[in-house]
C-alpha cells in the first residue's frame, strides 16, 4: 500500500527554521517524483516544490526561493523540506505527494497524497 506521512511540523516564531519530513511506504521514493504542496486557511493550495528523478532537477515557489531546500534521505525511504527565515505568510497545512512518474509535471491532480502537516508562524 503507497503511503505518505508528513511530519514536523510546529508553532515557531517569524524568522525561526523548520524542517518537515516525509516518509514513504509501498514504494522507493527515490525512484519518483516528490512533491510538496502547502494550503493556508481560505487559499489555494500552492505547490511549494518539486523534486524530479529524471532530470535530477529540483524547483520551488518564487515565495519560497532561497529560503526552503529539499532532500532525501534514500535509506529511510524519507524526504525534507528544510525551511529558513519562515514569515506569517508561510503557515499552512504542508502536504507531500506523488503520482509515481519520474518528471515534476503541473498542476495537483496527483494520485497520492499525505494527510499533511501544520506549520503556524506567529510572534
Known amino acids: 500500500q503507497i503511503r505518505l506521512v508528513e511530519s514536523g511540523g510546529d508553532l515557531v516564531q517569524p524568522g525561526e527554521s523548520l524542517t518537515l519530513s516525509c516518509t514513504a511506504s509501498?514504494?522507493?521514493?527515490?525512484?519518483?517524483?516528490i512533491y510538496w504542496f502547502r494550503q493556508a486557511p481560505g487559499k489555494e493550495r500552492e505547490r511549494v516544490s518539486c523534486m524530479s528523478v529524471l532530470d535530477s532537477t529540483t524547483d520551488f515557489a518564487d515565495s519560497v526561493k532561497g529560503r526552503f531546500s529539499v532532500s532525501r534521505d534514500s535509506a529511510k525511504n524519507t524526504m525534507y523540506l528544510q525551511m529558513s527565515g519562515l514569515m506569517a505568510e508561510d503557515a499552512a497545512v504542508y502536504y507531500c505527494a506523488t503520482e509515481l512518474g519520474g518528471r515534476c509535471l503541473g498542476g495537483d491532480k496527483l494520485d497520492y497524497w499525505g494527510k499533511g502537516t501544520l506549520v503556524t508562524v506567529s510572534a
Open positions: 509501498g514504494f522507493t521514493a527515490d525512484h519518483f517524483a
